[in-house]
């Protein structure tokens, strides 16, 4: 994680997160494909099939997280028995929680509320890097999410530009941006 578009663990780790059937799941999956593939990543926005099978791999992983971690030692112990090299960084992966909030925000605007907006304050942003101030990285990252995924921040009913104003405690109201605001 740790980039603006959508990698097959992202959409994996979004979809255990609401706990969908199958079918809704399917259905989510072919209509993100159809609607929104200019949010993945490079090398699955031509290629359906690997879009959904990474994405079915990763669920699979992360429901049974715990298993595949216990038996992992044995799997390489396995596959080094083999004449296999297996390099362990090459399976882990961290997740930077502010990128899985806009992308998961993103998504359920978009295909799971009725409601076209969410509300969270800076602080509440700011505690999922474990920051009880910002810095300029910090709000240069959540304006390059709020840019890529064509979002609006509202306070008051009115259109906030500078990120840097906002009082931590102020709600700020996310939503997406309309085809005529996308133009101007």
Not at 38 to 67: A, G, M, P
Not at 146 to 173: G, H, K, S, V, W
Request: proline share 2%.
């Amino acid at each position: 994680m740790g980039q603006l578009s959508y990698s097959a663990l992202d959409i994996a780790v979004i979809l255990c997160k609401r706990d969908l059937g199958i079918q809704e799941e399917s259905r989510f999956l072919l209509e993100f494909w159809d609607s929104k593939r200019r949010f993945l990543e490079w090398k699955y926005q031509s290629n359906k099939q690997r879009f959904l099978q990474d994405v079915q791999y990763w669920i699979h992983y992360l429901n049974d997280k715990n298993q595949i971690d216990a038996e992992f030692p044995d799997i390489i112990k396995d596959g080094e028995s083999n004449g296999s090299r297996m390099d362990i960084e090459d399976y882990w992966h961290d997740t930077d929680e502010i990128d899985i909030l806009f992308k998961e925000m993103y998504i359920q605007m978009t295909f799971f509320e009725q409601k076209k907006y969410i509300r969270k304050s800076m602080r509440q942003l700011l505690k999922k890097y474990h920051l009880r101030r910002r810095t300029a990285k910090i709000v240069e990252k959540i304006e390059q999410y709020i840019r890529f995924y064509e979002l609006q921040m509202i306070i008051n009913r009115r259109p906030i530009a500078d990120i840097r104003m906002i009082p931590l405690d102020q709600p700020i109201t996310f939503r997406l941006r309309t085809n005529r605001e996308r133009e101007k």
